[in-house]
């Protein structure tokens, strides 16, 4: 959510931003999240795997 922040207050453009928040959301929507998010080890992803599953929510999102 960081890079989210970043994206807006740099370049003022809040469709990148937004899709990324909204992709991140979706990920959470779906019962996922990392260790330090989730206590349930049967939802928990590794930090390489929300990642992954942000960028392909973020890919569906950006390209409708």
Sequence with gaps: ???DMLLYITFRDNTISSSLYQAVSDVFDDGHGT???????????????FTDN???????????
């Design 35 to 49: 260790a330090d998010i989730v206590e349930d080890k049967s939802i928990r992803l590794s930090s390489t795997e």
């Design 54 to 64: 942000v960028k392909e929510k973020y890919r569906n999102i950006y390209t409708k």
């Design 1 to 3: 959510l960081a890079i």
